[in-house]
């Protein structure tokens, strides 16, 4: 829902910290350069509990190199990830001189803070209930990310957390959206994070298959739309944006790198782990964030899909993209980023969007690496190299998320005139 006068939206800083780099800028170059983040896990615990899958897409930068000892000892995690990538954004945004009532966080996650809820179970089982933390739960707080944002940059317009699965992030970004349209705030600080390379959810994901096994070459399993993909990498990190009305960007002189058109978001009320196999859900939220936003699908030149590299997720977004742009899809540059970072589940869609918005801003469409053979039941324009966008005129591109329990999120981004 929207106001009867609809503002134009924009994007003034973008933050990041991923498998791929410790900063955004680390993390876009790399991602150029077709590096992987993916690499097997070191840590004491995978053979402690035989786990049948030892890869994921590992953090580059540990927070004790960022953060300070207070913030890393009293933070989970996905809180410090958060802190991170958001601190970098305020200062890319120019670190804004808001009315701290006047600016809020809408952020995300999909399993929050896990490694301190079985940190403090083992805690209470091996030493007794005494010796338990008494900052165990709000380090474990869902919503704890988005509190340690707000109070670290003095946000008081609200502190709102998502928790859909990996759609997590991208509804928070079309949150952040409707928050602006509303005059809820002058500014969002919007994005996720995620923190789940952990034993628990490795066991779990590779009990229901969802997991890639290609152990022998940890780098290369994560292929989205190949023919050969067998599932997803974990991946772990997070992604943040500013977002601000354009009357207040350009009265305080920010650098905009994209307009955000709008967003969809739906649900497939069909399976709690599946997709929708002809993607009906999924392109509702597609079309959604399109008539949001008063574009054709013509005028779409780029999707960083959601492509998680499984069997079945990869052929169903394909399904919905075809029921929306039908014969135009084979003329969209599509990048499936996760192939590089692999899946942040809560954190994915924030780090795709802001790759999105950077694609725009450089007009450069980043690389799809480890797909060699796309599958014979998709017939899409995937890149593998990076790919010069239209150098001329309004670019439109939109990016992709879809999570257990059938949520689906998608938004819509435009260039903006550079300088």
Not at 88 to 114: C, F, H, K, N, Q
Not at 152 to 174: F, H, K, Y
Request: charged share 20%; with cysteine.
């Amino acid at each position: 829902m929207t106001t009867s006068t609809p503002k134009k939206i924009v994007v003034t800083g973008i933050g990041a910290t991923t498998p791929l780099g410790g900063t955004f800028t680390a993390s876009w170059e790399a991602l150029l350069a077709k590096e992987s983040g993916i690499s097997t896990i070191e840590a004491d615990w995978v053979e402690a509990y035989d786990l049948p899958v030892r890869f994921a897409g590992q953090i580059k930068v540990n927070p004790s190199e960022v953060l300070t000892r207070q913030e890393t000892k009293r933070l989970d995690p996905s809180s410090q990830y958060a802190l991170i990538a958001a601190r970098e954004a305020w200062v890319d945004a120019g670190s804004p001189d808001v009315v701290p009532e006047r600016l809020l966080v809408d952020w995300a996650t999909g399993i929050g803070g896990i490694w301190t809820l079985t940190d403090g179970m083992d805690t209470l089982r091996e030493k007794g209930p005494r010796r338990v933390l008494p900052m165990t739960v709000p380090m474990l707080m869902a919503n704890g990310p988005a509190a340690a944002v707000s109070m670290d940059l003095g946000a008081r317009a609200g502190a709102r957390t998502v928790l859909s699965a990996c759609a997590s992030s991208t509804e928070s970004l079309v949150n952040a959206y409707e928050h602006l349209q509303l005059g809820h705030a002058d500014i969002v600080v919007t994005g996720g994070s995620e923190a789940a390379i952990h034993p628990l959810p490795l066991a779990a994901f590779a009990s229901m298959h969802a997991l890639s096994t290609r152990a022998d070459d940890p780098a290369t399993a994560s292929r989205p739309y190949d023919v050969t993909r067998d599932g997803f990498v974990l991946g772990e990190g997070a992604g943040a944006l500013v977002l601000e009305t354009e009357e207040h960007a350009l009265a305080r002189g920010a650098r905009i790198y994209a307009e955000v058109l709008g967003g969809g978001v739906t649900s497939d009320a069909f399976h709690i782990t599946a997709p929708d196999p002809e993607g009906t859900g999924a392109a509702r939220a597609v079309i959604e964030a399109l008539s949001s936003s008063d574009v054709e699908r013509e005028q779409v030149v780029h999707i960083n899909a959601h492509a998680t590299s499984t069997p079945v997720g990869d052929v169903a977004e394909y399904h919905a993209l075809l029921r929306v742009f039908g014969d135009h899809l084979p003329n969209i540059a599509i990048s499936a980023t996760k192939a590089s970072t692999g899946h942040l589940l809560g954190g994915a869609g924030a780090i795709e969007a802001a790759f999105t918005v950077k694609a725009l801003s450089s007009r450069t469409a980043p690389p799809t690496i480890n797909t060699t053979q796309t599958d014979d039941e998709i017939d899409i324009d995937l890149v593998t190299e990076p790919r010069a966008l239209p150098a001329e005129g309004e670019i439109v591109a939109i990016s992709t998320s879809f999570g257990f329990g059938g949520h689906n999120a998608v938004i819509a981004l435009r260039s903006w005139p550079q300088a």
